[in-house]
């Protein structure tokens, strides 16, 4: 993770992140500590297949730990307002591509972003097309499948 860089977050994904630090650090450190310690128990540590993958569980867990600190304390707050005519981080955004249902997507940042449950990043192609756009405009992005347009019916 680049050090430094703002990590866009909603009062809700910062919690989330927060849990899952606070878990991270206060249980499953116990768990891999102890997976450690028994593997120890097995003898020579050098050829102990157990040993090696609670180490390597190990580098895992504090790896995701530094992940989880560094994007907690560069968190920006989105605070949508809703008072915004063009899309801004955290606006719900409903679109349509024409020949298909409208679909409507948060606008949130990466470390949030899954777009199966409708959550976006600004930094994806559909979510960089639509910022600061209003309603009623067009917007184009590329797709592997080839460029698509859709048209913005509602921002909440």
């Given at each position: 993770?680049?050090?430094?860089?703002?990590?866009?977050?909603?009062?809700d994904?910062?919690?989330k992140?927060?849990s899952?630090?606070?878990?991270?650090?206060?249980?499953?450190?116990v768990?891999?500590?102890?997976?450690?310690r028994?593997?120890?128990?097995?003898?020579?540590?050098?050829?102990?297949?157990?040993?090696e993958?609670a180490?390597?569980?190990?580098?895992?867990?504090e790896?995701?730990?530094m992940t989880?600190?560094?994007?907690?304390?560069?968190?920006?707050?989105?605070?949508?307002?809703g008072?915004?005519?063009?899309?801004v981080?955290?606006?719900?955004?409903?679109v349509?591509?024409?020949?298909?249902e409208?679909?409507?997507?948060?606008i949130?940042?990466?470390?949030?972003a899954?777009p199966?449950?409708?959550?976006?990043?600004?930094?994806?192609?559909?979510g960089k097309?639509?910022?600061?756009?209003r309603?009623?405009?067009r917007?184009?992005?590329?797709t592997?499948?080839?460029?698509?347009e859709?048209?913005?019916?509602?921002?909440?």
């Open positions: 993770m680049i050090m430094n860089q703002e990590t866009y977050l909603t009062p994904g910062r919690d992140l927060q899952e630090l606070d878990y991270l650090t206060s249980v499953r450190r768990e891999v500590a102890d997976a450690i028994e593997a120890k128990l097995d003898g020579d540590v050098s050829e102990n297949a157990g040993y993958e180490k390597r569980q190990q580098a895992f867990l790896g995701r730990i989880l600190e560094g994007m907690l304390k560069s968190a920006v707050l989105i605070q949508p307002d008072a915004s005519d063009n899309v981080l955290g606006s719900q955004v409903t349509s591509e024409e020949g298909f409208p679909e409507s997507y948060a949130v940042g990466s470390a949030e899954n199966g449950d409708g959550r976006i990043s600004n930094e994806s192609p559909l097309a639509l910022m600061g756009h309603v009623g405009d917007v184009s992005f590329d592997p499948g080839g460029p698509v859709v048209e913005i019916l509602a921002i909440e």
